[in-house]
């Protein structure tokens, strides 16, 4: 059994986590601690307030008493809302503080985009403009070209939790670009889990979303590969990850 354990702020879409624990049908648990939020409007300030160290650390002996072997933050604004830099330091502090791997959504987009071989995105956000153009810039600071960005102009989390799939399916093909090789859609407050293979199918390129990228980071933490294309192309690859030879992310063990 491999179990990832998931922090998750607030409560929007965190049912796509059992979800794809059904959809992965194996011996792949994925518990989840909920962290506090202040307020869902995902603004600057609400976002880096939802990514503190305090937040983030009261769920880690939770996950750690449930067995976990790797830990993500799976809330993508809560991480790049803090730069390149400052996303690593909170993931590094967290793997600190669990005494296991540890990454973050943002994270695990660059690192998705790396596994797929590509280096060209379009960005599919729900988000207003600015907080899509913060996600944006972290991509370009992880070597990851942002061929376009478009926010959909959700600004609560509560909001994109209760968009339905032609909604979703609207933010991905208005999101996309000619010259993008993927689409990524960085909202863990939208439900995607059960939409990929037919986003995919509508822009004919993969698309990576906020939960499916940060179950697959988990998993590429414990080092379990595993094939379930009902995932989308990012978990249909049996190829090792691009750059297996390099550090498998933040890890700190003491």
Same mark, same amino acid.
């Not at 202040?38 to 990514?51: F, H, P, Q, S, V």
């Not at 937040?55 to 449930?66: I, K, N, P, T």
């Not at 995105?121 to 403009?129: D, F, L, T």
């Not at 959909?152 to 010259?179: F, Y």
């Given at each position: ?89 909170? @993931?590094?502090?967290? /793997?600190?503080?669990? +005494? $296991?791997?540890? #990454?973050?959504?943002? &994270?695990?987009?660059?690192q998705a985009v790396r596994e797929l071989g590509a280096s060209r995105v379009a960005v599919a956000a729900s988000y207003s403009e600015d907080v899509a153009a913060l996600f944006a810039g972290f991509l370009a600071s992880g070597g990851v070209e942002v ?62 979303? @906020?939960?499916?990228? /940060?179950?697959?980071? +988990? $998993?590429?933490? #414990?080092?379990?590969? &595993? ?28």
């Amino acid at each position: 059994m491999t179990t990832v354990g998931l922090l998750y702020p607030g409560h929007a879409a965190e049912d796509d986590f059992p979800r794809i624990e059904v959809m992965l049908d194996s011996d792949i648990r994925l518990p989840l601690f909920h962290t506090d939020i202040d307020d869902d409007a995902r603004r600057t300030e609400n976002l880096r307030a939802a990514g503190t160290p305090e937040r983030l650390g009261a769920g880690v002996e939770e996950l750690r008493m449930a067995g976990a072997e790797s830990l993500v933050w799976a809330c993508s604004g809560g991480s790049f809302a803090y730069g390149w830099d400052g996303a690593h330091t909170q @993931a590094a502090e967290l /793997a600190r503080a669990a +005494g $296991l791997p540890a #990454s973050s959504t943002s &994270i695990a987009f660059v690192q998705a985009v790396r596994e797929l071989g590509a280096s060209r995105v379009a960005v599919a956000a729900s988000y207003s403009e600015d907080v899509a153009a913060l996600f944006a810039g972290f991509l370009a600071s992880g070597g990851v070209e942002v061929t376009s960005t478009r926010g959909g102009g959700i600004i609560k989390a509560s909001d994109s939790a209760a968009a339905d799939r032609e909604l979703v399916k609207e933010l991905t093909v208005a999101g996309d670009h000619p010259d993008a090789e993927v689409v990524l859609i960085p909202d863990n407050a939208l439900h995607t889990a059960a939409y990929v293979p037919e986003l995919e199918e509508l822009v004919g390129k993969p698309v990576l979303t @906020a939960n499916q990228v /940060a179950v697959w980071e +988990g $998993l590429r933490l #414990s080092e379990r590969r &595993i094939w379930a294309p009902t995932l989308g192309t990012l978990f249909a690859t049996r190829e090792p990850p691009l750059g297996a030879a390099e550090p498998r992310g933040i890890e700190v063990r003491e």
